[in-house]
């Protein structure tokens, strides 16, 4: 079975600053690792995804993930902020190499952008 | 390409009444999930579909049940509604399956039990 933990459930930050959103996984079996955002009153939208290969992911908007194995963790990262980021991110995990696209959320993290 | 498409967006039903909410997914999709969207609960997997075969189920009450046609729209049906039913079903479609297929979530029914 696998579980997904974000601990921070809302970040504040000013727009232009840096941001970290925290994710950690805990699974017996090797997953694929991805962070959704949803904007309100919407539904998910895929950010990014790491599937295999290099461990930093990258997305069309300037944010990244970095997959760490040993730290079963896949945080995301933006350098600066902008207001229009403000939305709720949610890092989710699906089995790797098995017959489902069945996706474990993590409890999502409300990013709060304030100018 | 247009995206998943769920109806309705809103519905408001009263307790012991049962509820069909609908997904179209996008063409050429054969994968649909089910996702139960609460306060309390976060995200929560309810079924998946793939090719009229459910592949895969949550843990939810037989209250909760779902089927695909052979063009791949997908139904959930809640039965009894409870007041804890109250959510955003979110519906998602894939190209295939496997985990690394990437998931096009439509907008949502929001169900309000009352």
């Known amino acids: 079975a696998q579980s997904v933990t974000q601990l921070d459930s809302q970040v504040p930050v000013f727009e232009e600053a840096p941001v970290e959103l925290r994710c950690n996984y805990s699974?017996?079996?090797?997953?694929?690792l991805f962070w959704y955002v949803q904007y309100p009153n919407q539904g998910l939208q895929l950010l990014l995804k790491?599937?295999?290969?290099?461990?930093l992911v990258k997305s069309i908007n300037g944010f990244e993930a970095e997959f760490n194995k040993s730290q079963t963790s896949f945080h995301l990262r933006k350098p600066s902020v902008h207001i229009s980021d403000t939305a709720e991110y949610f890092c989710?995990?699906?089995?790797?190499?098995?017959?489902?696209?069945?996706?474990?959320f993590g409890t999502g993290t409300l990013l709060a952008v304030q100018p | 390409k247009a995206g998943v498409t769920q109806t309705p967006r809103y519905l408001i039903k009263t307790r012991g009444q049962q509820v069909t909410l609908s997904c179209s997914p996008i063409s050429g999709h054969r994968s649909v999930s089910w996702y139960q969207q609460t306060p309390g609960q976060g995200l929560q997997f309810l079924f998946e579909y793939f090719s009229e075969t459910q592949r895969n189920k949550g843990n939810f009450p037989g209250r909760f049940s779902g089927r695909q046609f052979s063009n791949s729209r997908s139904e959930m049906n809640v039965s009894t509604l409870e007041l804890g039913d109250s959510a955003l079903y979110l519906c998602a479609s894939s190209l295939g399956t496997g985990g690394a297929s990437e998931a096009f979530f439509g907008q949502g029914t929001r169900l309000t039990v009352v």
């Open positions: 989710a995990v699906s089995e790797w190499g098995g017959a489902t696209n069945k996706l474990i």
């Open positions: 790491y599937l295999s290969g290099s461990t």
């Open positions: 699974s017996s079996v090797s997953v694929y």
